[in-house]
């Protein structure tokens, strides 16, 4: 089992910036990749980026050259450095692991205001 815990959202003016943290705790050498979602009300939720073990990442579009995915593995958390946020980026930040199943943490809110 794996137990994820987020952390570092809140309310930014559109064009801040913030640092959302994703502790995890359990079973951590069998995760491969980490992944940060968002989710809106009654929307799907989709992937904003994700890094491996070895610090592959990927970035869906809508966040290349204003987001950074990085991790900690002494530390075994995984960072989501978001910077030029705009208004539609606001959503329950979620970060995420497939070990056999998928975990999930809790969720962080993420509210811009323009």
């Known amino acids: 089992q794996v137990q994820f815990v987020e952390s570092g959202g809140g309310l930014v003016q559109a064009g801040g910036s913030l640092r959302l943290s994703c502790a995890a705790s359990?079973?951590?050498?069998?995760?491969?990749?980490t992944g940060w979602y968002r989710q809106v009300p009654g929307n799907q939720r989709d992937l904003v980026a994700s890094?491996?073990?070895?610090?592959?990442?990927y970035y869906t579009d809508s966040v290349k050259g204003r987001f950074t995915i990085s991790r900690d593995n002494a530390k075994n958390t995984v960072y989501l450095q978001m910077s030029s946020l705009k208004p539609e980026d606001t959503a329950i930040y979620y970060c995420?692991?497939?070990?056999?199943?998928?975990?999930w943490g809790q969720g962080t809110q993420v509210t811009v205001s323009s």
């Open positions: 359990g079973s951590t050498n069998s995760i491969s990749i």
């Open positions: 995420g692991a497939r070990v056999i199943q998928f975990y």
């Open positions: 890094i491996s073990r070895d610090g592959m990442t």
